[in-house]
């Protein structure tokens, strides 16, 4: 299975895990993932005001570029993915932008060009089975909250990517690696995004919602794959422990750390060390990982 | 029943059809009415009784339409009688055998809060006072055991036996009174899907008030039985909701979900209701009284705002609303909440209306002749429309419109016996 990549701003830098552990599971699973050339930023927003073209030039570049290069598209982040797919919606339906737009940039369009989310091909071209096939390591169940925050799923008509208000396919996929989904509330909740820039306490109080929610619920870890969700969830937890000096805290990874270490990749492409929260505890403790020699 | 009456005592002959087993359709699974609070069943049952007794009424309940043919004044009807299982000339209505079966199962009639056996009436009070048994739940219609109805039954009025059948009647009119259905919670999501035991819809809640009702009239949690403190009332549930929902106001919800509120505060003495709405819609004789009212006496709490969600947590409801009239978001830990759902027509009408060659809209509701002057007529003559099957409406409007449904087959039939008695004299 072929497919283009697009990596995006982060997953180069602050969210190397994330990129790493993917690439690396997408081999052993069959998904061959060759990097778009030239890619640029992919703007990181939709645009709010319909007539904001010039919003949509980065994203719809990056399509044509696509659409040249080849027939698919996968990415990572859920911002990409979220600022990809409603692009690539309104290309598919509007006519009369899509016209201007590609016009500008002097590209062309093709009919048909599929951009899926990692996740989405997992379930729907490779199979949660496959996946399954390939676990190594045995997460001793670990209790799993999925994070899917919003941007994977909303707005509903644009992103089709699973139930907008009972998502199952990370629970899906948590399961074929052989933790234990853990259902919670806050599941599709907003992890306070750029608010975390704009109105820092804001999204300290999102990220705090939503981890003791899932603690509550019997978590252990928390999975996202959005670079945001996990700045948010993740880095700002040294925040929540300030204002709430009773959090306890909680691991939270990307999906494809987990991935990774239940295919049993070596150490250093799993990256946890960019973790801000340790996970190496947790694991050690529930058996996951051999403290000692396990490396 | 309105105009089953009214044109029997003009002197027609009638014949009315329902497919349920018994008459009275919605009214029967009301506790209350607005805006006097009267018993939903003392209203009615007088109605009931003078339909099932009127000499010019025939009763085909159990039946559904198979077959439309010929046109204004002799429509050929055929109906099929569904099998029952019990024979209803030999049948006493002494409802041993309701008593006995042993197997429950989720009844229809109390939407989701309570179980029915097998082998039932709608209610004690029923028209007529026989009962079926329901093919997919009978063990011995599935599975060969148990036969304890046939056992106890003084007439010996089982008949495992029965079949479908069919019968013609030839009428000069129609009217159509299918009334109406609501809005599935399972499609509703953000409100839990119909996945959360303690959130139910206004129906259901009503079968939770009544005397006759699965929990005897007292109002109690589904999930653990217990008598919840805190109710959240959703008006305009899947109603004047355009982008995903049903775009029309279903006008009734503004006046149950206040009697409700009401009629839980009579109940529950300490407990606090809280109504999420947008508008209040009370446009009926003494219904802006019976919603002050419900605020000054009876406290019940109106927070105009809409509910983004609600979640189970623990073993309360979280609601996440607004107030907007103070501009702040609202959380509720709620013991219970009550949607009020949009009505939509009832199931099987659109396959009705093209074997009568009607119209229905995008909604499937029967489409009138004219929005204004020609309220009940369907556009084909000689077939008339009556109730909330041309949309929705409450049992005063619909009674009026029942009313007026009669009337336009007696000026019909009226017409058509003047021109044969004067042609006849010339």
Redesign the interface.
Known sequence: MDYLYFPGCTLYTKAKNLDTAARECAKLVGLELRELPNWTCCGATFPLATDNLMALLPPSRILANAMKEGENLTTLCSVCFNVLRRTLHLLETDAEKREKIFDFIEMEYSDGFHLRHYLEILRDEIGFDTVGEHVKRDLKGLKVAPFYGCMLLRPFEEMRFD????PRIFEDFLRSIGSEPVDF?YKIECCGSFQSVGAPDVATECGYSILTSAMRNGAEAVVTTCPLCQFNLDTKQKEMKEKYLDFSGIPVLYFSQLMGLSFDLPRETLDFARNDVDPLPLLEKKGVIDGGTDR | MTAAIDLGNAGYETVLVDRLPSIGGRMLQLSETFPTLDCAQCTLTPKTVETGQHPNVRLRTYCEVDKVEGAVGHFKVTLRQKAAYVDWDKCTGCGLCQEKCPKKIPSEFERGVGLGKAIYTLSPQAVPNKPVIDPDACRYLTEGKCRVCEKVCPAEAIDYEQKDSFLVEDVGAIIVATGFDLFPLSEI??YG?G?IPDVIEGLAFERLLSASGPTGGEVRRPSDGQIPKDIVFIQCTASRDPDRYMPYCSRVCCMYTAKHARLYKHKVHDGRSYIFYMDIRSMGKGYEEFVQQGMEEDGICYLRGRVSRL???GDKI?VWGVDTLTGRKIEIAADMVVLATAITPSKGVKALAEKLHVVTDEHGFLTEAHWKTHPVESGTEGIYFAGCSQGPKDIADTVAHGSAAASKVQALFANYRNRASLSSEG
């Open positions: 139930d907008k208000e009972n509330p | 999501g953000e899907g996945r979640f189970q947590d979280r």
